[in-house]
């Protein structure tokens, strides 16, 4: 990857006084999805009712769900799913460095690419053809677009995993991980302890 310097907005909205009191003292925690399927997303939601104990500990700040690529305020903790398969994935990921004191890979995606890296072994210009041009679903006789506007983002020729773009300090693995492990990285961040998988939840499939 290139070191490239990207700019980042990061204008603050003023917050209500009485939310901010009540995050008083918490961590502040960030997630986001970047090239993946949302499938590690819903592995935090099946945490269900055993994250409501962290909850008096932590502050979620941005959710997958919401799909805000932008933090405001300084977090703890950043949960990254999905690989970097595009120029807005490098931006968001080294947004989320900058503003994240611990980051962690979450799923086989961010750690190694997952299933969008197979397209790494085809030139991306032929991935492009293929997928526009050469598509069944092309409609017979129109002209064969690749799409292009600067809304769209530009794919990288490789889909990289998060910390060949920038450091990450911890990865859990799966496809997705089990929610249990997620939980348990959690818990012993936010209580000081060092991050550590029994071997149980610590599996690649
Ligand atoms: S690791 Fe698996 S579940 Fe998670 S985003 Fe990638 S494909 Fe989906």
Redesign the pocket.
Known sequence: MTDDVYSHDMTSTPMDPTVASARDGKLKVAMIGLC?????TLSFLDMDERILPLLTKITIHRSSLTDVKRITERCAIGFI??GVANEDNVDVLRHFRDNCDVLISV???AIWG??PAMRNVFDVGDCLTEAYVNSPTAVPGALPVVPMHPDIPRLTAKVYPCHEVVHMDHFIP???PDAEAILTVLDDLINGRPVALPRNLNHYD
């Open positions: 993946g399927c949302w499938g590690c799913e999905g799923g086989a995606c997952g299933v799966g496809c997705p």
